[in-house]
T-cell receptor, first 109, second 114 residues
């Protein structure tokens, strides 16, 4: 079957760095997406990886290892507004997104 | 600004009373999706349109229907809402169905069933 695993909840301190991990199993693979979702709001796109390696975009970076079925989202210089859920989604061979349940990130002052 | 718009943002209906949620987009994207998301759960794809081609997920209940009268608009009809249908309903669009085509979401409609 197809599956996405990511931690349910993480806590970090304002100004620190946090890494949110995601492992995936899909029928075929056409890329890995990260979305941010604030409570009660829609997901907003953060990053897309289809090749192995690290993609950096400001304070956020995303890493992919296709051989390991593994990705992480790295958030630097954490701000209180980064408190949100972070959803990992892998695209399968039919171009369908397989979604994780999200990691709720709590930022403490 | 180009965007995905959903109306209403909050919808309250009674058990068994039909309800229609709407989505419009100014992105001129070919693909429109409807997702159901319950609290602390992953979004669940109900169906999607690739242009006029309707694609229903195998486990989407018959209670859920959709219409896409033109490129810009897509509707979700819930024929007889049950208490279990209370959720956030998300509309998303993408330019195409290829790997790099990001899905852009509207703000969602939160449905309450009394």
């Amino acid at each position: 079957g197809q599956n996405i695993d990511q931690p349910t909840e993480m806590t970090a301190t304002e100004g620190a760095i946090v890494q949110i991990n995601c492992t995936y199993q899909t029928s075929g693979f056409n890329g890995l997406f990260w979305y941010q979702q604030h409570a009660g709001e829609a997901p907003t796109f953060l990053s897309y990886n289809v090749l192995d390696g690290l993609e950096e975009k400001g304070r956020f970076s995303s890493f992919l290892s296709r051989s390991k079925g593994y990705s992480y989202l790295l958030l630097k210089e954490l701000q209180m507004k980064d408190s949100a859920s972070y959803l990992c989604a892998a695209m399968d061979s039919n171009y369908q997104l397989i979604w994780g349940a999200g990691t709720k990130l709590i930022i403490k002052p | 600004d180009a965007m995905v718009i959903q109306n209403p943002r909050y919808q309250v209906t009674q058990f068994g009373k039909p309800v229609t949620l709407s989505c419009s987009q100014t992105l001129n994207h070919n693909v429109m999706y409807w997702y159901q998301q319950k609290s602390s759960q992953a979004p669940k794809l109900l169906f999607h349109y690739y242009d006029k081609d309707f694609n229903n997920e195998a486990d989407t209940p018959d209670n859920f229907q959709s219409r896409r009268p033109n490129t810009s608009f897509c509707f979700l009809d819930i024929r007889s809402p049950g208490l279990g249908d209370a959720a956030m309903y998300l509309c998303a669009t993408s330019r195409d169905r290829n790997g790099a085509d990001t899905q852009y979401f509207g703000p969602g409609t939160r449905l309450t069933v009394l």
